[in-house]
């Protein structure tokens, strides 16, 4: 299952922007994309819409008036390059507020909230399967794809951090606290102030440190009774 999800933007080159995003993201269906409130009243009813991208100021109509208007309207995200009607907006209910110029990574968290919003809405009968089990990051020119399940760990430089993965090393600028707050709970641990590791690859601890791999990682002196207790917990087998 897909959300299907409708782009209304007056700027051709922000729909076009727009669009790319979408077809980067495996659980979104572009079902078309309108340059203002009237054709995007014709396309909501024309078929059922899960997911609307909505820019605020368009001609004529503004973003917020349609969706005001709306009896019945979907799943909301507000794309547009002014701030100032952030609060109006959360007062309708919109899943997020997008300010241009909005990165791919921004995008597709916004995406990952409605999605998880429709699935609790919709009822366990019709979840997405796998919906979180992987995320984007920028390296150089281009998007990289990234699964969960390879990240081994991450370590901070600067105000970068470099994923490790099996084989490669993914360079992006981004901060780790930033990247550790966007993981998945339960599924990796921060164990120093430079590194952040992924549970279920620790092959072993050793003193103070924790070893994935061939790496070495070491653990943080005012972290390391929780780190301990987070991977060992009752999974230590006693005599």
């Not at 729909?15 to 077809?23: D, F, H, M, P, S």
């Not at 503004?62 to 002014?82: E, N, Q």
């Not at 998007?143 to 105000?159: G, M, P, R, W």
């Amino acid at each position: 299952m897909k959300l299907k999800c409708l782009i209304i933007d007056d700027e051709p080159l922000a729909r076009k922007g727009l669009q790319e995003y979408v077809q980067e993201i495996d659980f979104l269906h572009l079902v078309g994309s309108c340059e203002n409130a009237l054709k995007a009243a014709t396309a909501l009813s024309a078929r059922k819409i899960d997911l609307i991208f909505l820019d605020i100021h368009m001609p004529k109509v503004s973003g917020i008036d349609f969706l005001k208007s709306l009896r019945d309207p979907p799943l909301t995200i507000f794309t547009t390059a002014f701030a100032d009607y952030a609060l109006e907006g959360y007062t309708l209910d919109v899943i997020d507020y997008l300010v241009k110029p909005i990165t791919f990574e921004r995008f597709l968290k916004a995406s990952q909230k409605a999605l998880e919003f429709f699935q609790l809405k919709s009822g366990p009968g019709n979840a997405v399967p796998n919906v979180a089990d992987y995320f984007f990051v920028r390296c150089e020119s281009k998007f990289e794809k990234v699964f969960f399940s390879d990240v081994l760990y991450i370590e901070a430089l600067q105000n970068y951090a470099i994923i490790h993965i099996p084989g490669r090393k993914l360079i992006t600028y981004i901060t780790l606290t930033s990247l550790e707050n966007q993981l998945p709970k339960g599924q990796f641990l921060k164990v120093h102030k430079s590194y952040v590791v992924s549970l279920s690859h620790i092959r072993a601890i050793e003193g103070n440190e924790i070893v994935i791999g061939d790496a070495h990682i070491p653990i943080s002196r005012s972290l390391r009774e929780e780190v301990i207790q987070q991977i060992l917990g009752n999974r230590l087998f006693r005599r």
